[in-house]
T-cell receptor, first 116, second 108 residues
Framework: NAGVTQTPKFQVLKTGQSMTLQCAQDMNHNSMYWYRQDPGMGLRLIYYSASEGTTDKGEVPNGYNVSRLNKREFSLRLESAAPSQTSVYFC???????????????FGPGTRLTVL | DAKTTQPNSMESNEEEPVHLPCNHSTISGTDYIHWYRQLPSQGPEYVIHGLTSNVNNRMASLAIAEDRKSSTLILHRATLRDAAVYYCIPAGTYKYIFGTGTRLKVLA
């Protein structure tokens, strides 16, 4: 049981390049999330997917697209990267804890992205 | 979305209790109050949550004001491992807004 996995762990892009951040969870969770965290700041919600086949905007969706490929996978795409998108990106999934008491978010280890 | 106000930072001595406050005066009646923490260089992790009543678990206690406009996370005996950023998140079903949180420093 790997939990939430993210690839890549690190990435450097040039302005204007595109890339897709991958996220997968093996906990059979329905909802998944993408956040960004700028240095010294809290997490900001980019997009979320309440269930397979649905996606919704969060606080800061501009410049990003997402795909809920199946129940396990939720990808985040930067079509034309900008220096302002330099950040650490966290993926999370939400589901019941082992004792079925609470619907909590489980986070991946993050992807550190630098846009030059 | 409910707005939250938390102190930017707090300090505690090791083995002493810590009370982390949070104001969420615009919370809606159905929002739960969630607390997560983020250890250095890691993703956030769940701490505790509640709706109206005070709650206890193995990590912490959560005291919720009667009008639900504020809450306090209580760490009964702070350890060095508790040094983290603590986020108070009033939230409904799906959309979590983390805010900037409180950075807790634990002194040995």
């Amino acid at each position: 049981n790997a939990g939430v996995t993210q690839t890549p762990k690190f990435q450097v892009l040039k302005t204007g390049q595109s890339m897709t951040l991958q996220c997968a969870q093996d906990m059979n969770h329905n909802s998944m999330y993408w956040y960004r965290q700028d240095p010294g700041m809290g997490l900001r919600l980019i997009y979320y997917s309440a269930s397979e086949g649905t996606t919704d905007k969060g606080e800061v969706p501009n410049g990003y697209n997402v795909s809920r490929l199946n129940k396990r996978e939720f990808s985040l795409r930067l079509e034309s990267a900008a220096p302002s998108q330099t950040s650490v990106y966290f993926c999370a999934s939400r589901g019941w804890d082992s004792l079925l008491r609470y619907n909590e978010q489980f986070f991946g280890p993050g992807t550190r992205l630098t846009v030059l | 979305d409910a707005k939250t106000t938390q102190p930017n930072s707090m300090e505690s001595n090791e083995e002493e209790p810590v009370h982390l406050p949070c104001n969420h005066s615009t919370i809606s009646g159905t929002d739960y109050i969630h607390w997560y923490r983020q250890l250095p260089s890691q993703g956030p992790e769940y701490v505790i949550h509640g709706l109206t009543s005070n709650v206890n678990n193995r990590m912490a206690s959560l005291a919720i004001a009667e009008d639900r406009k504020s809450s306090t996370l209580i760490l009964h005996r702070a350890t060095l491992r508790d040094a983290a950023v603590y986020y108070c998140i009033p939230a409904g079903t799906y959309k979590y807004i983390f805010g900037t949180g409180t950075r807790l420093k634990v002194l040995a």
